[in-house]
């Protein structure tokens, strides 16, 4: 246990931005919900659960009282082709050697080397160990046993995992996964039902290194788990990256936060996607909480920031009418099995109007994030058509990728584009295909198309 100053108590606030109004007898109504944690970041990784609101009892709430521990393990590719070349086992010990010191103090944590099955590595016997100075020194003397040889089997790995995480009383559980090749030892529907089986009970940042794994299963696997999903294209760059990761895990003070969705009767939610830091639909997650009330997972929380495009279908009406078209609530479930506590609510209108240019009016929220969905979109399609051999698919959707990323201010993206394709004309998408292209490169695309940039101020 630990003691926390109220500096590091987070607190939730969240913002809808939208154009209410709607011509007479129309139906869709969008909105983009920002959602804001801050105050946080000196827990070290150890959430902190509450009850009660604050003062003004709506729109924003501290996270307060009793405090759990955190979990982390660490997932480590042993499989055969690690050994190819032999310095990415080596790579691979170095950067869990770096995740592992920056383990806080009075975290559990644990290390599963993966093959076509998971073994325990630290510190064994189907339990957690505590960070500490000795704990992580014997986890990095236990790392020397890593060795490369065998299968994959992603799914084992996930459910020991699981195991481990589920057998301690920890508020945030996350996992850490790496892995070098294709998921050749389990069928996909066997990784499928794991990460059924898994999905709410931790998160899961997952990483691709070399070139000889496949980005969907990796995406996938973070997708589900509500992590994030990347490439270190050189094993070199691990330590740095498991550095990164650990750093952000120990961040996370709030756990199981859940974006929970009212409509009113005759009203029908189209769907709901997360669209910063990165797009990710959460409309096939929902689960009904009470009438009319569906809860969509949103995973841990530190000190951060993310948007959401709620889209929501009212029953049309006649001009001057106005309703409550939903009403969004970030919500926390009591660890005790108590009342869950809203952290923060906000509420999306529908107004009718006879005033045509208010009703065609797109708030710039809601028309940035439709672009930036649309290029993640474009891009998956463009790479799969190249793919195929579709280059005339391939370089139209590339084009509307480029002409979306520059008119976005996605700069990160189209310079990833531009080293798949050369941009004649940003501004409308001209653009042709490289002849050559780097393994890395195409796969770099893929895996970081869903990306996104928050709306220019």
Known sequence: ?????????????????????????????????????????????????????????????????????????????????????????????????????????????????????????????????????????????????????????????????????????????????????????????????????????????ARGVGTDWEVKEVTGIASALLGTADIVADPAGLADDFTRMMEAAMGKEVADVTLRLWTPQGAQVAFVKQVAPSVADLTGRRTDSGPRTGDYPTGSWGDESRDYHVCVRVPAAEVGQEMLAARVSLVLPDPGGGAPQTLAQGLVRAVWTDDMSASTMINPQVAHYTGQAELAQVIQQGLDARKSGDADGATAKLGRAVQLASASGNEDTAKLLAKVVDVVDAATGTVRLKAKVTEADEMTLETRSTKTVRVKK
């Open 1 to 205: 246990m630990a003691n926390f100053s109220k500096s590091g108590v987070p607190r939730f606030a969240v913002e809808v931005y939208q154009n209410a109004y709607l011509p007479e007898g129309g139906r869709e109504v969008n909105a983009i919900v920002t959602v804001t944690a801050t105050g946080g970041g000196t827990s070290g990784g150890l959430p902190l659960f509450a009850a009660g609101t604050d003062a003004g009892g709506t729109g924003a709430a501290r996270v307060h009282g009793g405090v759990r521990h955190a979990g982390v393990v660490i997932m480590v590719d042993c499989s055969g082709s690690m050994d190819y070349p032999p310095t990415k086992m080596r790579n691979a010990r170095d950067a869990t050697a770096a995740a592992i010191e920056t383990v806080r103090d009075g975290v559990a944590f644990a290390v599963v080397a993966g093959t076509h099955q998971a073994a325990e590595v630290y510190p064994g016997g189907g339990r957690l160990a505590t960070a500490g100075p000795a704990t992580r020194a014997q986890a990095k003397e236990a790392l020397r046993k890593l060795s490369a040889g065998g299968g994959t089997a992603i799914g084992t790995w996930l459910r020991l995992a699981d195991r481990l995480l589920a057998d301690a009383d920890l508020g945030i559980r996350h996992g850490i996964l790496l892995t070098d090749g294709r998921n050749e030892h389990e069928s996909a529907q066997d990784l499928r039902a794991t990460l059924d089986a898994c999905a709410g009970r931790f998160t899961c940042d």
